[in-house]
């Protein structure tokens, strides 16, 4: 850059008062915040993190308490500097911090009147910025209060330990300011909902051998592994490394089981409020602690095929720059050489993926198996047919006189022609996994088994084959049981005759 001469200076401090209420909307959430407040205790090498919500009273309050290493008088009092450090500066691997800006930009997001009280070698040191305050003496100074005993939560601290207590809580009433229970509905409301993020943002701190606890109002949190990797039907991927020279990238891709595999509440669990097609993509972790996730960063796109798949990114906080970490600890950027080899990781899963939808399509409509529909791919367009020479409809069409046999079969196709393709994609972009083969009745099961037996039987197939065929196509597959039974008497009857 060109030097050019600068022989006068002005002061621009900013003012205390317009710079501090510009710190409040830098995006955060309520789950985000709390999650950047954890981060410190964390990284204060806190075991127990209580969150500790008073909703009900006349002046509410958030508070986080942790058994952290807390921080003496002078320590704190350089905490609650915003900017306390410079986002430039190396930091220690544990470290989940950057810009010395969280436990001030977090807490204004959701309060004007932040009180940190911390306890450190026996001594506890109080400190409150207060918006308030601020706004009326605009300038640059923290409360010290000399007696902390009143403050509210101050009794769970224990021998060594930081709370953060947010009180004035502006942004939390959803317009309530009055109304103390309708406040009360909306702050829980909101608290509820952090839950399952604090869950999964954690979740390897809280599966550590020794694990960090969570309590929310006295309830121990459960992790919340978005991988499922206790569940055995879960496929890893072998582990990948990146060598680059601020860190390693190392990268994971999962299989998620099938829902069959897993019980409704796990599935429902780690799909979360979006759902399983949104929940796909990359995982990314700084310092084991989950940034982001759900999202392909744009390589392609979120789809049915894929709706199983999760990757996890690890990276360590050297990396921030080139991550283009966000204060919030929520966004993040992929850098060009990372992207090429994701891209790569991502061609991987969908061979992967197709490979196995093929397998399992083929199965429904494999000859061998009497497919009740047939599946046509010609010019570019995929068709559903009812296959009319499925011995259930055959065998039924014999039976009719030769008149009423031809509005039998023009009523089939019917069924095929009206299949209803647009809801079923709406369905299939949604929720894909609720949509099942409608039941069939006693009655109509025992016809399609007979028939289909009859046949089989008839091509001389051995009885456990024709279990093996029978077992992969609907109806018989989500009848299975009835199934199974009306097969067993089927043959009974048959060896009686
Ligand atoms: N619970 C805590 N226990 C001990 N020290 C803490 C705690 N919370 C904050 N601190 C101290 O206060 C400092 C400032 O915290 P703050 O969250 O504002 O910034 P940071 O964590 O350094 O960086 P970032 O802005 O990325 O979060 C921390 O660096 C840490 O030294
Ligand atoms: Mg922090």
């Known amino acids: 850059m060109q030097e050019i001469g600068v022989s006068r200076r002005a002061d621009a401090t900013p003012h205390a008062a317009a710079l501090i209420e510009g710190l409040r909307d830098i995006g955060y959430s309520l789950e985000t915040a709390i999650s950047d407040i954890i981060d410190n205790s964390i990284t204060a090498g806190a075991r127990r993190i209580?969150?500790?919500t008073e909703t009900f009273a006349e002046e509410p309050h958030i508070a986080v308490v942790d058994d952290g290493d807390g921080m003496s008088e002078e320590e704190l009092i350089a905490a609650m500097r915003p900017g306390s450090r410079n986002p430039l500066a190396t930091r220690d691997e544990p470290d989940l911090g950057r810009f010395g800006l969280g436990l001030k930009s977090a807490s204004f997001s959701?309060?004007?009147?932040?009180?940190?009280?911390?306890?450190?070698?026996?001594?506890?040191?109080?400190a409150v910025w207060d918006l308030d305050d601020?706004?009326?003496?605009?300038?640059?100074?923290?409360?010290?209060?000399?007696?902390?005993?009143?403050?509210?939560?101050?009794?769970?601290?224990?021998?060594?330990?930081?709370?953060?207590?947010?009180?004035?809580?502006?942004?939390?009433t959803g317009g309530f300011t009055h109304n103390a229970a309708k406040r009360a509905e909306v702050i829980n409301q909101r608290i509820a909902e952090t839950e399952r993020h604090l869950r999964l943002v954690f979740h390897r701190f809280m599966e550590d051998s020794k694990p960090l606890r969570i309590l929310l109002n006295g309830r121990l949190l459960r992790p919340l592994d978005p991988f499922?990797?206790?569940?055995?039907?879960?496929?890893?991927?072998?582990?990948?490394?990146?060598?680059l020279i601020r860190g390693d990238v190392e990268i994971q891709s999962f299989t998620l089981p099938h829902h069959r595999q897993m019980s409704k509440t796990d599935w429902?669990?780690?799909?979360?409020?979006?759902?399983?097609?949104?929940?796909?993509?990359?995982?990314?972790?700084?310092?084991?602690?989950?940034?982001?996730?759900?999202?392909?960063f744009g390589l392609c796109r979120q789809s049915e095929l894929t709706k199983l798949s999760r990757v996890r990114i690890d990276i360590p906080n050297s990396m921030d720059a080139d991550w283009k970490i966000d204060v919030k600890k929520s966004s993040a950027q992929l850098p060009p050489i990372v992207r090429d080899r994701l891209r790569k990781v991502i061609e991987r899963i969908q061979d992967g993926s197709k490979r196995i939808y093929r397998k399992r399509g083929q199965k429904l409509v494999d000859h061998e198996r009497l497919p009740m529909w047939h599946r046509i791919q010609a010019d570019g367009q995929i068709r559903y047919r009812p296959n009319t020479d499925h011995p259930a409809f055959a065998d039924f069409a014999e039976s009719l006189p030769p008149d009423l046999r031809r509005g039998f079969f023009n009523c089939i196709a019917l069924v095929g022609a009206s299949l209803p393709?647009?809801?079923?994609?709406?369905?299939?972009?949604?929720?894909?996994?609720?949509?099942?083969?409608?039941?069939?009745?006693?009655?109509?099961?025992?016809?399609?088994?007979?028939?289909?037996?009859?046949?089989?039987?008839?091509?001389?197939?051995?009885?456990?084959?024709?279990?093996?065929?029978?077992?992969?196509?609907?109806?018989?597959?989500?009848?299975?049981?009835?199934?199974?039974?009306?097969i067993a008497s089927t043959i009974e009857a048959k060896e009686q005759q």
């Open 421 to 486: 393709v647009e809801t079923l994609h709406a369905d299939m972009a949604g929720t894909a996994e609720q949509i099942v083969p409608d039941r069939v009745d006693e009655d109509t099961l025992v016809q399609a088994v007979q028939s289909t037996l009859t046949v089989l039987m008839g091509a001389r197939k051995d009885i456990r084959e024709i279990m093996a065929l029978m077992k992969d196509v609907d109806p018989f597959r989500s009848a299975w049981e009835d199934t199974q039974r009306i």
């Open 268 to 296: 429902e669990d780690i799909a979360g409020p979006e759902g399983h097609l949104k929940s796909q993509g990359f995982y990314l972790y700084r310092g084991r602690r989950l940034i982001l996730h759900g999202t392909w």
């Open 228 to 243: 499922a990797q206790k569940n055995p039907a879960t496929i890893p991927d072998p582990e990948e490394k990146l060598t």
């Open 110 to 126: 959701q309060c004007r009147r932040l009180t940190v009280v911390s306890r450190k070698g026996g001594r506890t040191s109080t």
């Open 134 to 172: 601020v706004a009326e003496r605009n300038e640059w100074a923290v409360q010290l209060p000399d007696d902390a005993s009143a403050i509210p939560e101050v009794d769970k601290l224990g021998e060594s330990g930081t709370l953060v207590l947010w009180q004035k809580l502006d942004r939390l």
């Open 50 to 52: 209580q969150i500790i």
